[in-house]
């Protein structure tokens, strides 16, 4: 039997997509030519999802975001910090291969992390238009607050957080994955689509919630809904653990969720 190694996979990851210059999608621990015996997809590599993946006896963990805490490689400062330390070290004495995949999934497409979160909405038969950083639906007609309440129902999530007319009707839909609901991005999208609501990750608060709360003020139907970084992202890694399954049937492949970060008190 003919071994998939972590090099073999990556590169299948990789196939056919141009990926950008610059980017962050390296193999952060191991070596190209150890051997999966298991893979774990995760949002992120944190002390749960590691100790998890050991536990399960996977060697190989694929993470769409960083390993320590910064979208690009931390500072020395950060290898004196205890916390850091412990992890470092778990890490090393486990021999994992953390792989970042954070560019190539979004070049996908459609985005493959955007594709996730739609196949976990159920929402693939209302898409008009996928485009790099948004996709436009036309959604049957419902209250914000009836779409707010769907979201929460099948990401799993106790919250989320929305701005605008809660009881306005709406149909029209962009959503933005990830750290794309700031301002250059999304407020466009309201006048030149036509956009009754953006559902997005995240983004700067001044900004597009701003522009939401004048919107209301002029009387203007028009809102935003924020599920969190991690929450509009994890299921394009649960969607990426289902497509490896499939395609590597001999290789044990999980997906790992980690509950919210923060609590609502």
Not at 81 to 107: M, T
């Amino acid at each position: 039997m003919i071994m998939l190694t972590f090099g073999q996979l990556i590169d299948h990851l990789t196939a056919g997509t141009a990926g950008p210059e610059q980017t962050v999608d390296k193999l952060e621990t191991g070596c190209p030519e150890t051997p999966v015996r298991g893979v774990v997809t995760a949002f992120s590599a944190s002390q749960a999802v590691i100790e998890q993946a050991i536990a399960l006896g996977a060697n190989l963990i694929i993470t769409h975001e960083g390993v320590f805490y910064s979208h690009q490689k931390h500072g020395p400062e950060l290898e004196q910090d205890p916390v850091y330390k412990q992890k470092a070290e778990l890490i090393a004495s486990s021999d994992l291969g953390i792989y970042r995949f954070h560019d190539y999934p979004h070049r996908y497409t459609p985005d493959g992390i955007m594709d996730g979160l739609l196949r976990e909405l159920g929402w693939q038969e209302y898409v008009a238009e996928h485009r790099p950083a948004v996709s436009i639906l036309t959604l049957p007609e419902m209250k914000v607050e009836e779409i707010a309440e769907h979201l929460k129902r099948k990401l799993h999530i106790p919250c989320v957080r929305v701005a605008g007319n809660l009881s306005a009707s709406s149909a029209r839909v962009g959503i933005l994955v990830g750290y794309r609901g700031g301002g250059s991005t999304a407020i466009p999208l309201y006048d030149q689509d036509s956009l009754d609501v953006i559902i997005a990750g995240e983004g700067p608060e001044w900004e597009t919630p701003e522009y939401i709360r004048d919107a209301a003020r002029q009387g203007r139907n028009k809102a935003l809904i924020m599920l969190g970084h991690a929450e509009s992202e994890a299921p394009g890694m649960k969607h990426l653990a289902g497509l490896l399954s499939a395609q590597f049937p001999g290789v044990p492949v999980h997906f790992i969720a980690d509950p919210p970060v923060f609590r609502v008190l």
